[in-house]
Nanobody
Framework: EVQLVESGGGLVQAGGSLRLSCAASGFTFDDYAIGWFRQAPGKEREGVSCIDSSDGYIWYRGSVTGRFTISSDKAKNTVYLQMNSLKPEDTAVYYC????????????????WGQGTEVTVSS
């Protein structure tokens, strides 16, 4: 069974940091890109970042570039999202997903989703 399990969300003050984890199981980790979407209250879900471990390709949405860092640990089948300098507008439920990265990180292309982890940034 394909599973993506997120952890690491929580409440943090603006300017603080959090690290999200996405533990993958049930498939060959290197065969797929994995990354993150987020959905803020009342807004559509949007792509945040993705990483393709097979070739090292990484993508970030513009608003998180320079603040967020995505990485993967093949030994642990886990993808991380280090989030620094958090802003209130980063408040959202963050979802881990599996799908193509280098051709565009879009919901329609995803083939597996995690259950989400909530991130709240207070001002």
């Amino acid at each position: 069974e394909v599973q993506l399990v997120e952890s690491g969300g929580g409440l943090v003050q603006a300017g603080g940091s959090l690290r999200l984890s996405c533990a993958a199981s049930g498939f060959t980790f290197d065969d797929y890109a994995i990354g993150w979407f987020r959905q803020a209250p009342g807004k559509e879900r949007e792509g945040v970042s993705c990483i393709d471990s097979s070739d090292g390709y990484i993508w970030y949405r513009g608003s998180v570039t320079g603040r967020f860092t995505i990485s993967s640990d093949k030994a642990k089948n886990t993808v991380y999202l280090q989030m620094n300098s958090l802003k209130p507008e980063d408040t959202a439920v963050y979802y881990c997903a599996r799908g193509p990265c280098s051709t565009g990180w879009y919901e329609v292309g995803m083939t597996a989703w995690g259950q989400g982890t909530e991130v709240t940034v207070s001002s």
